[in-house]
């Protein structure tokens, strides 16, 4: 079999590899139809993510079907589609015993401190993987595990109808973030300098878009929440900068979510946090919401096939990196497909 392998940072190789066998009990044997390239697969080509071990096999958004499984396994069965949950934690600290296995103190993200899913066929254990309704495209399903971010990061947010939410960044994050806060009863204005970004989002059901770079973004924060002030802050940038923004256009008792993992650190008006009692909230991955946003998508109460803008073989994989890193603009959500 053949994996998308990042020998060193700007270095892919297509690998020939045997196709791997059941070891375990709990192992499934997966046939591996579709990769999403993430941002993050992105940094960890061009060498600016920390936390990526070369080499390393890529992907973390990974869909494909069941061809085998072990002695152990209940939930799913040969034929069956399927998702990969990329959280690799150790189960016995703190945060994995009360269901928070995305801040594990060892957590790691396969495809980035583990070993990713572009590959023809890829092993997991019975953990780290979802079924997936039959009928839902391969190209729609591989937009499940970005799904669960926005939808980790606005139920951290505690988003409820009648909120009015800002999400900053209208690439995948920025999108996935904004139809989850719609999910949940938010009206949401997104903001980016990229107009074709922008388009993409109203037409994904963003109730107000504003290019920041030519539009005032507190003068339109003020005119969408009737001077109020948004009660919901994404930053889907990951600039710390924003976060500081947000203190300055979320109303009394917001929320401010922060997404980002950058190393910068960050200087926040103490006197703002405390006299308008606002919260500032991280998100990582996220915490078991594949169950949910497998039934968003399944009940077409998201939009993916529009976010997925371009589509090329695995082994076409460093064209496809090649047009994410010089036309960023052009693309959103783009895949390898493995048939």
């Not at 070891?23 to 941002?39: Q, Y």
């Not at 594949?290 to 695995?314: D, Q, Y």
């Amino acid at each position: 079999m053949k994996s998308v392998v990042l020998l060193n940072a700007k270095e892919l190789e297509i690998q020939d590899h045997l196709i791997p066998k059941i070891a375990n009990p709990d192992d499934i044997l997966i046939r591996v139809k579709a990769v999403g390239i993430c941002g993050s697969d992105i940094h960890a080509y061009d060498g600016s993510l920390t936390t990526i071990k070369y080499p390393r096999t890529i992907g973390h958004e990974v869909v494909g079907e069941v061809t085998a499984v072990g002695d152990a396994v209940t939930h799913v069965k040969p034929g069956d589609h399927v998702a990969m949950d990329p959280v690799v934690s150790c189960g016995a600290c703190l945060p994995c015993r009360t269901g928070r296995r995305n801040v594990c103190r060892d957590v790691k993200c396969m495809g980035v401190a583990a070993e990713g899913g572009a590959a023809e066929y890829i092993i997991l254990p019975a953990l780290n993987v979802v079924k997936l309704p039959a009928d839902i495209p391969w190209n729609e399903a591989v937009l499940a595990e970005p799904f669960t971010i926005g939808a980790n990061a606005t139920a951290q947010a505690r988003v409820v109808p009648g909120d009015m939410a800002l999400v900053m960044g209208a690439g995948t994050i920025g999108l996935v973030a904004m139809q989850a806060a719609k999910i949940r009863g938010a009206r949401v204005m997104i903001a980016d300098i990229v107009d074709s970004r922008l388009k993409l989002a109203a037409q994904l059901g963003a109730d107000r878009v504003v290019n920041s770079r030519t539009e005032d973004l507190a003068a339109a924060v003020s005119e969408f929440t009737k001077g109020e002030g948004i009660t919901v802050f994404i930053d889907a940038v990951g600039v710390p900068a924003l976060l500081v923004l947000g203190t300055e256009l979320t109303a009394p008792t917001g929320r401010i979510v922060a997404l980002g993992l950058t190393g910068d650190l960050l200087t926040l008006p103490q006197a703002a946090i405390s006299k308008k009692e606002l919260e500032l909230i991280g998100s990582r991955m996220h915490s078991n919401r594949f169950p949910e946003v497998i039934g968003w998508i399944n009940e077409k109460r998201v939009s993916t096939a529009l976010m997925v803008t371009h589509s090329f073989s695995f082994t076409q994989a460093q064209a496809a990196f090649d047009l994410i890193e010089k036309s960023p603009q052009s693309t959103c959500k783009v895949i390898l497909t493995f048939d």
